[in-house]
């Protein structure tokens, strides 16, 4: 089965820097990437996706890039703000009914 | 409705009871997910029900835990006999379709197991 390790488990940036995490993933199949955003007692909430057939997304200040071959993808946060402060999932699936497999979160702490 | 909705949002039982947790898809939704999430820990998969597709269990720690879907639309996820090991926040997820189609997660129901 898939198997996601994400990467670091703790991030600290000062406001206004950038933030990266990323995650390798272990099925040459799976073709969808999705990020998500988990704030303190609250729902995961996806923030940004991206699916194999591109290698870059950008949403604003969220851009999430694709490295087929090597088998990874990483959230990039731009300008970060406090509200960026949260747990950040990674997730890797194939598509077409299949469990989803999330990475071990990171804790994104934006310090003033 | 307009979210995923799960009941109840804590439960507190006595070890060696039994529980259910229930969660309310969005209308319409086809896939429905089951995941534990322990204190501060990631995403931990339990089930996966698909339509009317047999549901992949491959999830489900122990014979103690089982989850059924009736009508294609609410799930109980049950847990017998329950330990305090159970202890964790369980979330429902459901999406329109199976992946890639965006996930929409519940409140969770926050279990602790004394």
């Known amino acids: 089965g898939e198997n996601v390790e994400q990467h670091p488990s703790t991030l600290s940036v000062q406001e206004g820097d950038s933030a990266v995490i990323k995650c390798t993933y272990s099925d040459s199949a799976s073709n969808y990437f999705p990020w998500y955003k988990q704030e303190l007692g609250k729902r995961p909430q996806l923030i940004i996706d991206i699916r194999s057939n591109v290698g870059e997304k950008k949403d604003q200040r969220i851009a999430v890039t694709l490295n087929k071959t090597a088998k990874h993808f990483s959230l990039h946060i731009t300008e970060t703000q406090p509200e960026d402060s949260a747990v950040h999932f990674c997730?890797?699936?194939?598509?077409?009914?299949?469990?989803?497999?999330f990475g071990t979160g990171t804790q994104l702490k934006v310090e003033l | 409705g307009a979210g995923v909705s799960q009941s109840p949002s804590n439960k507190v039982t006595e070890k060696g009871k039994d529980v259910e947790l229930r969660c309310d898809p969005i209308s319409g939704h086809t896939a429905l997910y089951w995941y534990r999430q322990s204190l501060g820990q990631g995403l931990e998969f339990l089930i996966y029900f698909q339509g009317n597709s047999a549901p992949d269990k491959s999830g489900l720690p122990s014979d103690r835990f089982s989850a059924e879907r009736t009508g294609g639309s609410v799930s109980t996820l049950t847990i017998q006999r329950t330990q305090q090991e159970d202890s964790a926040v369980y979330l429902c997820?459901?999406?329109?379709?199976?992946?890639?189609?965006?996930?929409?997660f519940g409140e969770g129901s926050w279990l602790t197991v004394v």
């Open positions: 997730e890797a699936s194939r598509g077409g009914g299949n469990k989803l497999t």
């Open positions: 997820a459901s999406s329109l379709g199976p992946t890639p189609d965006t996930i929409y």
